[in-house]
Each structure stands twice: as C-alpha cells, then as structure tokens.
C-alpha cells in the first residue's frame, strides 16, 4: 500500500482567496485522484491527474475554479480558487496504480473552512 | 448511470454484537466493490474489496462481506463489533476502468 500525505491537514480561509493543498505519495503512481467531502456527505471525485497530461474533471468541476498540477509521479496539487463558504469541505487525494479498477488508497485529507 | 445505496444513515449496535451494513448498487454488468472506512479526523481506508471468484471475501480488522449477484448487494459484516469499530463505512463500486462511486455513507455508534 501506499502512504500519502496531505498539506496542510486543515485551514481556515477568508472568502474571495485561495488555497492550495499538496499531496505527497511515498512510492511512483501513474493516477491520483482528487475529492471532496461535503460536511455529512459521501465523496465526489472533482479530477483524476495522471503526470504529463492535463487533469481530467467530472461534472460540475472546472479548471478555472480547482486548478491542478501534476508535476511528477508522486506528488500533485489542488488549487481551490476564489473560495466561498460553499468550499468548506474535505479535500482528499487518493491513488491508483491503474485506475478505479485498481485499488486507491487515501490520504487523511485537508479540512477546509470558508469565511 | 451507476449508483450506490446505503440504505442505513446510522446503525448502532451493541459492543460484541455482530454487525451488518448494506449496500446495493445498480447498474447492469458486475462492478467491482469496495469498503471503506473513516474513522473520526482521518481518511479513507480499505476494508476490503471484490473483483471476482469467491463472493465471500475476508477483509481486515475481522470484516468481510459476500457479493449476491442476484440482490446487486455487497453487505459487510462482522461477528464481534469493538468499540474501536466506530467510524463511518463507505460502500464504492467501479466499474470497468471507470471512477469510483461511493454511497453516502453508514455512520456506526457502539455503546457498551
């Protein structure tokens, strides 16, 4: 299995800014994926980042909105930009050695609060 | 499109009583099946997952669930619950080499 690690675990952010969280695997991966957690929700997968190519989004998620970078096999980030309190959420990054078939393994998260 | 169903928000049991959460999904080939579990402050992790062969399948801390192709259900079980089992349990379902989908969730309580 996989050991991830996510910055920071949590932040309090102030409305119209932006915030970046970091995700760091201990091992090479060819997929990570990014998700919220709603407060008393389930998961929503927002992309799927695979090194070299551009993020690819689900529906109702944007680029413009949740820029993601993937600079290397074991490392990525998720900018969630110009923030509303509608933001406030939990923000996991998971990996995949060949996609949703394959096992993902999660990472503790990055709790996010909107003022 | 696929979907995944746990029809208990919260189920609460008795520590040492046996344990089980459904889940049940629809969409027409055989998916494969997860379990996750999120205890308090932390992420996901795997209890246990289902590709193909044996419909019963043993997962970690003592779980294990049976896939029923007729029923389109994936049910956890344990025959002791610990107090340490409290935690919200995810059911998520893929199929072929498409995201993984979760349903809302079973948030379990243990009292003693």
């Known amino acids: 299995s996989a050991v991830i690690s996510q910055k920071p675990s949590r932040d309090i952010c102030q409305r119209g800014t932006s915030l970046t969280i970091q995700c760091q695997v201990d091992s090479q991966v060819t997929m990570m994926f990014w998700y919220r957690q709603q407060p008393g929700q389930s998961l929503t997968l927002i992309a799927t980042a695979n090194q070299g190519s551009e993020a690819t989004y689900e529906s109702g998620f944007v680029i413009d909105k949740f820029p993601i970078s993937r600079p290397n096999l074991t490392f990525s980030t998720l900018t969630v930009s110009n923030m509303s309190p509608e933001d406030s959420s939990i923000y996991l990054c998971s990996v995949g050695a060949s996609g949703a078939v394959d096992t993902q393994y999660f990472g503790p998260g990055t709790r996010l609060t909107v003022l | 499109a696929q979907s995944v169903t746990q029809p208990d928000i919260h189920i609460t049991v008795s520590e040492g009583a046996s344990l089980e959460l459904r889940c049940n999904y629809s969409?027409?080939?055989?998916?494969?099946l997860f379990w996750y579990v999120q205890s308090p402050g932390q992420g996901l992790q795997l209890l246990l997952k289902?590709?193909?062969?044996?419909?019963l399948v043993q997962g970690i801390k003592g779980f294990e669930a049976e896939f029923k192709r007729s029923q389109s259900s994936f049910n956890l079980r344990k025959p002791s619950v610990h107090w340490s089992d409290a935690a919200e349990y995810f059911c998520a379902v893929a199929f072929g080499n498409e995201k993984l989908t979760f349903g809302t969730g079973t948030r379990l309580t243990i009292i003693p």
């Open positions: 289902y590709f193909s062969g044996d419909t």
């Open positions: 969409y027409g080939a055989t998916p494969y």
